[in-house]
C-alpha cells in the first residue's frame, strides 16, 4: 500500500458563469487548469437568489460529460432533444454530452440556497461523438455507509468500502464520493494506482490528508498511490473526492467544447451554429 499525498494545493478563482451565476472555479483555471481527465470543477453556493437566478439559459455542450451534485435547492434542466429533469439537493446528473446537445440548467426557486459543484471530465477521443446520455440519480439513489465511527460516505460514481455507486458504464471508471467526518474520526480509502484524484474540502475547519493539511476552500491534488487516509483533527470536515483515469490525449478547448485538435472546435462551432447539436 502507498499512501497518497498532496502534491499542490488550489484556491478557487471567484467567477461567474451561465447569465451571471456566481461561482467559484477551482479546476479550469490559471492555477490549475485541468487534471487529466478532469477539465473543470465549480462549486456554487448561495442563500441569495440574486447570486444563481439567472442561471445557464440554452447553451451547448460537444466532447465530455458534465457531472453535476446538488446539496441545497432545485435546479431544472433541459435539452433540445426533449429531455428534461429536476435535480434536487443530495442528487446528481451525470451527463455525457458527447456529440452535442443544447441545454439549460436553470434554478427552481427565486430564494433560498443553492448549494452544489459541476465537475467536467472529459471523453476519450474515440467516444467524444458517442451519442448523449444522462444518468440522473436521485438522493435516495446514492449509497451512504459509515465505514468507521464518525464517518459518513456517499458514493456517487465507482466503488468504496463496498458500496457501488448508481452512475455505470463511464469511460474513465471514475470514483466519486462526498465523505463527511466527526472531529477526530479518520479513514483510509483505496484508489486506483492509476487514477489522477482530487479532494475538495467544503466544509469545517480543515482536513488532514497524508502527512499534509488541507483548509475549507482548498483543493488539493493527490500524488502517486493506492490509498488515501483522511483524518478530522481540527473538527468536522466534509470534502468531495473524485478520481478517474487520465486519458493522455491533445485537448483542444473553447468554451463548451473539448475536442482533441482545434479542427474539431471549429466543426464543433459550425455544427452549433448550423443547429446539428
Ligand atoms: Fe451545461
Redesign the pocket.
Known amino acids: 500500500m502507498t499512501p497518497r499525498t498532496l502534491t499542490h494545493r488550489v484556491r478557487g478563482l471567484p467567477t461567474h458563469d451561465g447569465a451571471g451565476v456566481r461561482l467559484t472555479r477551482l479546476i479550469g483555471q490559471p492555477a490549475l487548469e485541468m487534471l487529466d481527465p478532469f477539465l473543470l470543477l465549480d462549486a456554487f453556493g448561495s442563500d441569495r437568489g440574486s447570486d444563481y437566478i439567472a442561471g445557464?439559459p440554452d447553451?451547448p455542450?460537444r466532447g465530455f460529460e458534465?457531472v453535476t451534485y446538488m446539496l441545497a435547492g432545485r435546479m431544472r434542466h433541459r435539452d433540445n432533444h426533449g429531455n428534461g429533469g429536476l435535480l434536487e439537493a443530495g442528487g446528481a446528473q451525470w451527463m455525457t454530452a458527447g456529440r452535442g446537445l443544447v441545454?439549460s440548467?436553470m434554478p427552481e426557486q427565486t430564494e433560498g440556497e443553492m448549494r452544489g459543484f459541476q465537475l467536467w471530465v472529459n471523453l476519450p477521443a474515440a467516444h467524444k461523438m458517442m451519442p448523449p446520455r444522462y444518468q440522473d440519480i436521485a438522493p435516495t439513489q446514492i449509497p451512504e455507509v459509515e465505514p468507521a465511527p464518525g464517518t459518513r460516505v456517499r458514493v456517487v460514481a465507482g466503488e468504496a468500502f463496498g458500496a457501488q455507486g448508481p452512475v455505470q458504464g463511464i469511460l474513465t471508471a471514475p470514483l466519486f464520493v462526498d465523505i463527511a467526518l466527526a472531529q477526530d474520526a479518520r479513514l483510509a480509502l483505496a484508489l486506483p494506482a492509476a487514477h489522477a484524484a482530487f479532494a475538495y474540502v467544503f466544509e469545517g475547519d480543515g482536513l488532514a490528508l497524508g502527512d499534509g493539511l488541507l483548509a475549507r476552500g482548498e483543493l488539493g491534488v493527490l500524488g502517486a498511490g493506492d490509498t488515501v487516509a483522511l483524518a478530522a483533527p481540527q473538527g468536522a470536515a466534509r470534502l468531495i473526492l473524485a478520481a478517474a483515469a487520465p486519458l493522455h490525449e491533445p485537448v483542444a478547448r473553447w468554451g463548451?467544447f473539448v475536442m482533441n485538435t482545434p479542427q474539431q472546435i471549429e466543426q464543433a462551432l459550425s455544427d452549433y451554429r448550423a443547429g446539428r447539436l
Open positions: 445557464f447553451h455542450h458534465t441545454h440548467e463548451p
